[in-house]
């Protein structure tokens, strides 16, 4: 088996926890030769009695193959891991997850020590991971010649998809989508928390929320295309004024409940800024125009 088996191209992996672990089975089982490395070296142990050559160092794993993928914690571990080993005309696929600086910032570290780099962002939990039907898939970003050279070798684990030659593209898209699911986390938590100790159960609203955040959908769109346009008023059906002023019944609402609003509270307070800026400029507006407060907000390098 050589470097130029498409099929069944060897590769190193560098990190065996949990996602790790799961990535070497599935390249494993795809009769792709793989030689993992773990610091704590007792979880090699099952993946060798499945195939895989188990490095004593990071070194070594390094050494035996131009493909190098890499599964740790967060960037630091990378840093110390690779720290003086020769990484020429190596092939860095990043898998751990880390922010779109640290991405750039390692691709950077990767060139100047004669490798290619491509980083990624996993949209996936571990049992996710060769099962194509949970519907996982991973972000990748930075060189497009090491991406499409090793590209059905990256496909084996879960789908790929390619987001451009910015290293810090694919960790941007995912933490841009988990920060929309922590944002509907606290809505929905906050949702449950209001009918708590009621004679509701919440068996009986959750079919209710998820049609109607399913209904709500429309909100991505419709964001997407205002903030392209900057029209943040035509065919407006829920003004930003009628909203403001029916906030007051969720707040009221949380309060005759005893919950906290803490989950609630900063969405409704950016469409108040945006209101009393100039209340007769952005009444009519959706709520899409309070999302242009949010990026002078943001302490600068954060
Ligand atoms: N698990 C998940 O659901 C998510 C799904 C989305 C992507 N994340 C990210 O994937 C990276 C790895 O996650 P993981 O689930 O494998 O994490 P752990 O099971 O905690 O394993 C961590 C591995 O990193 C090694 N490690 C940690 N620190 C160091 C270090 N200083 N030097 C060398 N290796 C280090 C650790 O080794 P050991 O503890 O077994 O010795 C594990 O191999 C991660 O970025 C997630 O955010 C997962």
Redesign the pocket.
């Known amino acids: 088996m050589t470097d130029n088996d498409t099929d069944h191209r060897p590769l190193t992996l ?9 990535l070497a089975r599935t390249w494993l089982a795809a009769g792709h030769p793989l030689t993992v490395w ?3 070296p007792a ?1 090699a142990g099952a993946l060798a009695a499945e195939g895989a050559a188990v490095a004593a160092t ?1 070194a070594a794993a390094v050494a035996a193959n131009t493909l190098v993928v890499l ?4 960037d ?2 990378i840093g ?2 690779l720290e003086g080993i020769d990484l020429t005309g190596k092939d860095l696929v990043n ?4 922010t779109a600086a640290e991405g750039r910032a390692r691709a950077a570290w990767a060139e100047e020590r004669g490798a290619r780099f491509v980083d990624a ?6 049992t996710m991971i060769g099962a194509p039907e949970a519907g996982g898939y991973v972000f990748y970003s930075g060189s497009r010649a090491l991406f499409d050279t090793h590209r059905t070798t990256l496909e084996v684990p879960a789908d790929a998809r390619y987001v451009g030659e910015d290293p810090g593209h694919a960790a941007l898209h ?1 933490v841009a989508l988990l920060s929309a699911m922590y944002g509907l986390f606290a809505g929905i938590s906050h949702a449950y928390a209001l009918i708590e100790g009621e004679d509701i159960a919440p068996k009986d609203l959750a079919p209710l929320l998820s049609e109607w955040l399913g209904a709500m959908g429309f909100f991505v769109g419709n964001a997407a295309e205002r903030l392209t346009s900057r029209d943040f008023t035509t065919g407006v059906v829920s003004s930003l004024a009628m909203q403001v002023a029916a906030s007051g019944t969720l707040l009221r609402t949380a309060a005759d409940q005893g919950v906290s609003p803490e989950l609630l509270v900063p969405y409704l307070d950016l469409m108040r800024e945006r209101l009393d800026a100039d209340p007769a400029a952005h009444g009519a507006e959706d709520t899409v125009g309070a999302l242009t407060l949010l990026r002078r907000r943001t302490a600068p390098g954060r």
């Open positions: 560098l990190g065996l926890g949990d996602m790790g672990t799961a773990n610091r704590t979880k990071p599964c740790l914690l967060d630091t571990s110390s891991v898998l751990t997850t880390g962002g996993i949209m996936a939990t571990p995912d």
